[in-house]
């Protein structure tokens, strides 16, 4: 036993058999709208086939040559298949790369710094500001001073100072 | 695969070591030294060894003895310290730390009376020394040394 709705679909198709139609035609409440709706939806079907229909494929040849590739790729053998996907880049080349990149650039900076230390070298030596002896103490006293870059020491040489007793000397 | 692995390991260790000793605390060393020429002259002190030559060469003496000094451990680059003898007292101020060393005030007293002063940038690696008063038949030095 047809549903309605099965009923329905069948008689938008033209599907119903002859006693079927009668039947269901007899059924309907208002017939001129079920025959307007019915028009409505071949008008559709037509715009839908139209527009969205699918293109039929022209070229066999092309098919049949698409098909006998996937044929052959299906039939190699799946570790070639792996292999020929698997990248140069393995754990122990990584790794290899990563050594070799940052010795490489361990030695640039040893010779950057090694190129830098000659005009830094004064940065890097001990460097009296100034320097004061007492007038009334020493009044004939001098200061000087220099860098000595070969031993990288710093003097501050004092000449005149007042000198003193060797008892002084003690600790 | 293994051995690359304990190599990179302990290759990192070792830089990442390297540089925060780098960035450690530093010890100043200040003397107050007499320096003299004598017949058998004693064995210099160890914290005068990287400059002995030095100092026999500027000075002329063959003999260099402590008279009084002091270590100092530097935290913040702020702190002061005193190196004294029985008659001399060298104070030292540190105002500062810079990249290339420390910037300090010295003074230099005998007893009490205030006899030299300077304001220095001791570097890490430069000592400084400097020429005091006669004693003597001996010379004082002040000398110092960040270890």
Redesign the interface.
Known sequence: MKTFEEKWTAWLDGQLSERELAEFEASLPDRAAAEAEKADVRKLGVLLKRELGVSAFANEEFFSHQLRERILESSVPSAKREANASTWWTIPRLLWTGTASLAVFLIFTIFVIRDKNPAEESQYLTQILNARVDPVVSPNATVSMFEVKQDRVTVLWTEGLQSLPADYAAK | ?GR??A??IS?VSLIIGATSELQGAETVWSGLV?AENVAQPQTIPPELTR?E??LKK?FGYNQFQV??QSQKTLKTGQEDWLAT????GLHVDAQGESA??Y?LNLKLY?EK??????????????????????????Q?LLVLVIQ
Do not use: H, N, W, Y
Not at chain 2, 85 to 88: I, L
Not at chain 2, 113 to 138: C, H, Y
């Open positions: 695969m690359t692995l190599f990179l290759f007499i400059i030559g030095s500027f008279i009084g003898s029985k008659f001399f290339a060393g910037v005998k009376e205030l006899l030299l002063e300077t304001d220095a940038k001791l570097s890490k690696r430069s000592p400084l020394v400097i020429k005091g008063p006669q004693i003597g038949s001996g004082l």
